[in-house]
């Protein structure tokens, strides 16, 4: 099958490799049709995760049909069309059994690496380092899903894709993130970031009850879509100054909530920005926290800062004093998928969100070099690229279906 493959930092090909089989009973075989590209996967393409190892498959928010299963997968059948959110988890741990879904304690095999990287391991997520177990991603004709008696959703007919692609990551993010924030009525949220998930973010505000958010970015065409689909104010960080900026919205007492939408790899103008990223370079901090920094000093009184953003190590100068002296609450946390997929479809199904509009490019997957070099450079106005795996002739040959792992 043909697969998007990591080969080193900024070099990604589309390659011939192997097609996936099942190597457990709880496994299905997915054939995907949309697959995506997420922020996330900028820190790989990036250099920003530690153990990628050339050949990775990368991709994480994909979709598409069954077209095998184990013997232990009894709720899914060949030819359903499925949603599969990207961290991979167990079902039976104390942690999934918590509903905290990215912390699975068994599907990452490789804990002990995250362990010496960062402290501590999430669940395995697909297409993301051999750290984080190593499983080959979904920018791919096929993909192999562990677990798939916890994971996958099955989708009805009806629903395009693109309404339910991003079930897999990026609404579910901006929803929990959103969610974290406890809105009540008449709070203005702030999100830093109008990307993908900061899109979501404030449209999962507004779902919450929030009456005013205010998006911060750069980039015309984000903050416009955060404008015209979100119904946000918008500050562009590169003409005003964020902080007096949202004093001067909110009466000089901060946005109620903060969202930190951006991550790791956070820009600003100025002498800041050359601090982190000498610090970065150095490998004396591996993240840039920039808009975390304003996040926490802009918030009112006893607010909360959410943090979907991905940060992987150690952050530098982090105003601490803010969270508490201003007794602010801090949450965070890759998401817990699972928790939300079928809250959220039947949101979309009842026609209160329909996620597609966050799709600026559609690109066969041939193409994905190109995607990602858009992407990460926000060119041509790209907000989100999807990617069409079987455009522009598709496979080389017939799938076989697994004989080993499965009797
Ligand atoms: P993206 O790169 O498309 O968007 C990031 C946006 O932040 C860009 O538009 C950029 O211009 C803006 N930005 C950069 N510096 C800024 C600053 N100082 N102030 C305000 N805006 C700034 O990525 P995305 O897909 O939207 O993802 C955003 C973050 O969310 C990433 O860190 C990603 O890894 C993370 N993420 C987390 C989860 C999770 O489970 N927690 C899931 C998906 C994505
Ligand atoms: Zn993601
Ligand atoms: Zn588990």
């Known amino acids: 099958m043909k697969a998007v493959c990591w080969e080193g930092k900024q070099d990604v090909r589309v390659e011939e490799v192997p097609d996936p089989r099942i190597q457990n009973p709880r496994d299905a075989i997915v054939r995907i049709t949309t697959s995506a590209i997420c922020g996330s996967d900028l820190h790989l393409y990036n250099g920003f995760v530690p153990t990628m190892e050339k050949g990775d498959v990368l991709g994480h928010e994909f979709m598409g049909e069954v077209v095998e299963v184990g013997r232990g997968v009894s709720n899914l059948a060949v030819g359903d069309r499925v949603v599969v959110p990207f961290p991979i988890a167990c ?10 879904f990215s912390l699975c304690e068994n599907s990452n095999p490789n804990a002990v690496l995250a362990e010496q990287m960062w402290g501590h391991s999430p669940a395995g997520i697909f297409g993301y380092s051999h750290m984080l177990g190593g499983y080959a991603g979904g920018q791919a004709q096929y993909a192999r899903v562990p677990y798939a008696d916890v994971g996958p959703i099955k989708i009805g007919d009806g629903l395009t894709d693109e309404q339910v692609l991003f079930l897999s990551d990026i609404f579910p993010t901006g929803y929990m993130a959103a969610e974290a924030c406890d809105i009540r009525p008449g709070d203005v949220v702030a999100v830093w970031g109008c990307g993908p998930v900061g899109q979501f973010c404030i449209k999962s505000a507004f779902m919450l009850g929030a009456e005013r958010v205010i998006a911060i970015d750069r980039f015309p065409e984000r903050l416009r879509m955060a404008r015209e689909h979100g119904g946000a104010e918008t500050i562009d960080y590169e003409e005003l100054d964020v902080f007096d900026a949202l004093m001067a919205m909110t009466g000089g007492r901060g946005p ?36 975390l920094r304003e996040a926490l000093i802009a918030c009112r009184n006893g607010g909360t800062v959410s943090v979907p953003g991905v940060y992987g190590g150690f952050i530098d100068k982090i105003p601490f004093g803010s969270i508490v002296n201003k007794a602010l609450t801090v949450r965070s946390g890759q998401t817990h998928v699972q928790r939300y997929l079928q809250p959220l479809l039947e949101r979309i199904q009842r026609g209160e969100i329909d996620p597609s509009f966050v799709v600026t490019h559609r690109l066969p997957l041939d193409e994905a070099p190109r995607a990602y070099d858009m992407f990460v450079n926000k060119e041509d106005e790209c907000v989100k690229v999807v990617l069409k795996p079987w455009q522009n002739g598709g496979a080389t040959g017939a799938r076989q279906p697994s004989t080993e792992g499965n009797q």
């Open 256 to 291: 109620d909530a903060c969202i930190d939408a951006v991550g790791m790899e956070a820009h600003a103008p100025g002498p800041v920005h050359a601090y982190d990223r000498v610090k970065q370079a150095l490998m004396s901090e591996t993240d840039r926290p920039i808009a």
């Open 91 to 100: 079902g039976n741990c104390w942690s999934c059994h918590q509903k905290l």
